[in-house]
């Protein structure tokens, strides 16, 4: 199989269809394009997300917070406490560790959160160090946000610039490769995208406005977030490829790797759909965070589009990442 996330196809068949309970307190559980489980505790609700951090090897720790902070955020909830499973290769050192968890301990206390605890692991069933983290979060029940309200003509909107984790990750893990293919400036600006990878701040504040939709933007890029975001909203998407904001430095690593920067992981965007009388509200309130947001389409009541230089294309299921694409140099 390829590396990456189980195509959505497979993940229907072999993992959705094997989910035989169910519960009446599950007011969310697992779904294509649904970044978070919602358990019901009354007033409140727990909401519940967890992600493995295997496409990077530098960084983890901080990474290993931020992702998931993410999958809760675009719930519109405030992150509280996150469990840390950490499996790491026999060669390890207790140095190593050590980074770990002072990156996430960091990462932590910058987002206001608890590390609550996890497990600790040498194996020999990896080759490099894997982090799965499970955040929690929590929400009053009547903020919750609700896809079904979702509909035609409401606007789809893109927080910063799609492809900011895949770059940074990228720019750091092929430094050597690129030095003599790219500005040694620009290597340094792809690298800092990695500290625009929080959508925390744009996460709670759409949810405080109340829009209808959000989705992180991770493995599969902007377009792949696209297509599951249809997918959650059982509606129709069309965007605009000239309208996708894009740092030149993305599309720079992109050029040289062969790769595709829409479909390329993008932790650090949200992808938010709301109806079109707020989006000057969001704008507004973002922009007093320095937060970039893009109106990049709107909902259709079927079929999933984007549209460059006045041709319409449909937007295909997502498939590996380009990260590991670009990766595989490595090997």
């Known amino acids: 199989?390829?590396?990456?996330?189980?195509?959505?196809?497979?993940?229907?068949?072999?993992?959705?269809?094997?989910?035989?309970?169910?519960?009446?307190?599950?007011?969310?559980?697992?779904?294509?394009?649904?970044?978070?489980?919602?358990?019901?505790f009354g007033d409140e609700v727990c909401?519940?997300?967890?992600?493995?951090?295997?496409?990077?090897?530098?960084?983890?720790?901080?990474?290993?917070?931020?992702?998931?902070?993410?999958?809760?955020?675009?719930s519109g909830a405030e992150p509280i406490g996150a469990l840390l499973t950490i499996l790491a290769p026999p060669e390890t050192t207790e140095k190593d560790i050590e980074l770990v968890m002072r990156e996430a301990g960091k990462a932590s206390k910058e987002l206001n959160i608890e590390i609550m605890g996890g497990h600790t692991e040498i194996t020999d069933a990896v080759t490099r160090m894997v982090i799965s983290t499970t955040v929690v979060g929590k929400q009053l029940k009547k903020n919750m946000i609700d896809s079904k309200t979702t509909q035609v003509g409401d606007k789809v909107l893109i927080s910063k610039y799609a492809g900011i984790e895949g770059t940074s990750i990228i720019a750091k893990e092929l430094e050597s490769y690129l030095e003599n293919k790219m500005d040694k400036e620009n290597i340094k600006a792809a690298q800092d995208m990695g500290d625009s990878i929080s959508v925390i701040k744009e996460g709670t504040i759409c949810g405080e406005i109340?829009?209808?939709?959000?989705?992180?933007?991770?493995?599969?890029?902007?377009?792949?977030?696209?297509w599951e975001g249809a997918m959650a909203v059982n509606k129709g998407m069309k965007v605009y490829k000239d309208l996708i904001p894009m740092k030149e430095v993305t599309k720079e690593i992109s050029s040289i790797l062969g790769i595709d920067p829409y479909r390329l992981i993008s932790s650090g965007s949200m992808l938010i759909v709301t109806a079109e009388d707020k989006v000057k509200t969001i704008k507004d309130r973002l922009a007093k965070e320095d937060i970039e947001i893009t109106v990049i389409g709107e909902i259709i009541e079927e079929g999933i589009f984007i549209e460059e230089n006045g041709e319409t294309k449909e937007i295909q299921a997502p498939a590996s990442d380009e990260l590991y694409r670009a990766l595989s140099i490595l090997k």
């Open 210 to 226: 109340g829009v209808k939709y959000m989705h992180d933007i991770t493995e599969g890029g902007v377009l792949g977030a696209i």
């Open 47 to 74: 909401i519940m997300s967890t992600d493995p951090i295997t496409g990077a090897t530098k960084d983890i720790g901080k990474l290993a917070i931020y992702i998931s902070c993410n999958d809760v955020a675009s």
């Open 1 to 40: 199989m390829e590396i990456g996330k189980l195509p959505n196809e497979v993940l229907k068949k072999i993992v959705f269809e094997n989910i035989s309970n169910r519960r009446k307190d599950i007011l969310v559980g697992a779904a294509i394009g649904e970044d978070n489980a919602i358990i019901d």
